[in-house]
Nanobody, 121 residues
């Protein structure tokens, strides 16, 4: 299984970005695709997750109402639309696969390489 995250960049506060996570390989044993982020000196934080089978979506409290996770099953791709970005959203964003719905870092078995998101004030 390989995950390729892309779409990060530099944006001003209030702006938007859309991240993509393309999955290849035997992903059918993995039901949940999650986005996490990690800022310098901080622990990795849950951002959002979506399940492949029944399209259930979960969000971290800090991004609710601003971020939207979606998936394109035909393309094995998951997106994270990020609106109204704030400087505190600055981090490396990672996508990952887990066998079941989860918000816990340790439950995710496969990780992408991360994409940098920087929000200037």
């Amino acid at each position: 299984v390989q995950l390729q995250a892309s779409g990060g960049g530099l944006v001003k506060a209030g702006g938007s970005l859309r991240l993509s996570c393309a999955a290849t390989g035997d992903i059918f044993a993995s039901n949940s695709v999650g986005w996490f982020r990690q800022a310098p000196g901080k622990e990795r934080e849950f951002v959002a997750a979506v399940t492949w089978r029944n399209y259930r979506r979960d969000y971290g409290d800090s991004v609710k109402g601003r971020f939207t996770i979606s998936r394109d099953a035909a393309q094995n791709t998951v997106y994270l639309q990020m609106n109204d970005l704030k400087p505190e959203d600055t981090a490396i964003y990672y996508c990952a696969l887990a066998p079941s719905r989860s918000r816990t870092v340790g439950d995710y078995r496969y990780w992408g390489q991360g994409t940098q998101v920087t929000v200037s004030s």
